[in-house]
C-alpha cells in the first residue's frame, strides 16, 4: 500500500494484519504447532483467518480495480442458482441463491427462466460490489446439448438452440449457458461452457446395449467428477495430473452415477438422466 493510500484502504491494509497477528498468536497456543502437527482445530482456524484475508483483499481491490482475471461462474439447479466470483483461481465471493417454486410456477418451460435468473445473478454480484463490465468472462454450466468431449467449450449458436429446445433433456441446467451468453453479450466478452453432462469420452464397447437401434447415450454429472476427480489427484496424487491416474469416481446427489475414469477421460458411465444402469 501506498503511503497516500486513502483511509479505507489504510483500514483494510491494517485490519488484514491484525488477522494474520491473530492466526500466528493462536497457532502458537496450540501445543501441537511445536510438532507441525496441524490438528482439525487448527486447520479450521486457518480456514476461517484466511476466508476473512480474502474478503478483505478482494474489497480492497474492487477499490483500486486491481484484478487480473475477473471470472463469473453461474450453475443453475432445479430449485436454485450458485454463483461465484473468481480472480483468476481465487475465489472471492459466492451464493445460492434460492428459488422458490411458486417463482418458478409461472414458467411454461425451463428455457423461459433463464431472463429472470440472470437478473437474479446480476443483483447479486452487484451487490457484492462488483462491476459486471470488470468481468473477463463468464462460464456457465453445460447443458443437455449434442454430446461433446470434456473440457471448456464456447457458447455458440448452435448451441444456444440445442439448449433452447432441450435436444437431449429438459433440466435447468439449460440455463447455464442461455445466462452466460446473455451477460457475456451485453459486457462484450466470451461465454463458455465446462465439462458437460453430455460429455462423451466412451470407448465403442461402453455405448453397446444389445440392440444397434438403441445405443447407450452419456448423460452423466460430468462437471462434479472430474472436479472431484482433479481435486483427488492435487492432494492425493503424489505429484501425478488426474490425466495420469485410473479412477473410479461416485456422483450422490438429486441423482447418482458411477465414471470409470481412464487417463483423463470418462470411459464409461451409467445414464443418469433417464436412469439406464451397468450393461449386464
Known amino acids: 500500500f501506498t503511503t497516500n493510500s486513502s483511509k479505507l484502504e489504510s483500514l483494510i491494509s491494517n485490519a488484514i494484519i491484525v ?12 501445543k501441537d504447532i511445536k510438532k507441525m502437527n496441524i490438528t482439525s482445530k487448527n486447520s479450521l482456524l486457518l480456514k476461517k483467518y484466511s476466508y476473512l484475508c480474502n474478503l478483505l483483499k478482494s474489497a480492497y481491490k474492487r477499490k483500486r480495480n486491481m484484478y487480473n482475471q475477473l471470472i463469473l461462474a453461474i450453475n443453475p439447479g432445479s430449485t436454485s442458482t450458485k454463483i461465484a466470483v473468481f480472480d483468476g483461481e481465487n475465489k472471492l465471493f459466492d451464493k445460492n441463491i434460492k428459488h422458490p417454486a ?12 433463464y431472463a429472470f435468473r440472470k437478473e437474479l445473478c446480476l443483483k447479486e454480484v452487484a451487490q457484492a460490489g462488483f462491476n459486471i463490465k470488470d468481468f473477463k468472462i463468464i462460464i456457465g454450466r453445460g447443458g443437455l446439448t449434442k454430446s461433446t468431449e470434456g473440457g471448456i467449450w464456447e457458447v455458440t449458436p448452435e448451441m444456444i438452440h440445442d439448449l433452447q429446445i432441450g435436444y437431449a433433456g429438459q433440466h435447468a441446467c439449460n440455463l447455464g449457458g442461455l445466462i452466460a451468453n446473455e451477460i457475456a453479450k451485453e459486457i462484450g466478452v466470451k461465454a463458455v461452457i465446462a465439462d458437460a453432462g453430455v460429455t462423451d469420452e466412451r470407448e465403442e464397447i461402453a455405448k453397446l446395449s444389445g440392440h444397434p437401434l438403441m445405443p447407450r447415450n452419456s448423460i452423466f454429472h460430468c462437471l462434479n467428477q472430474k472436479a472431484i476427480a482433479r481435486r483427488y489427484a492435487r492432494e492425493h496424487g503424489e505429484g501425478k495430473k488426474y490425466e495420469d491416474l485410473n479412477l473410479i469416481v461416485v456422483h450422490l446427489g438429486g441423482g447418482i452415477s458411477v465414471g470409470a475414469h481412464h487417463l483423463g477421460k470418462v470411459i464409461d458411465a451409467n445414464q443418469a438422466l433417464d436412469g439406464d444402469g451397468p450393461f449386464s
Do not use: G, P, R, S
Open 102 to 113: 411458486e417463482d418458478l410456477k409461472v414458467f411454461e418451460h425451463i428455457a423461459d427462466q
Open 19 to 30: 488477522l494474520y497477528l491473530m492466526l500466528i498468536i493462536n497457532l502458537i497456543a496450540c
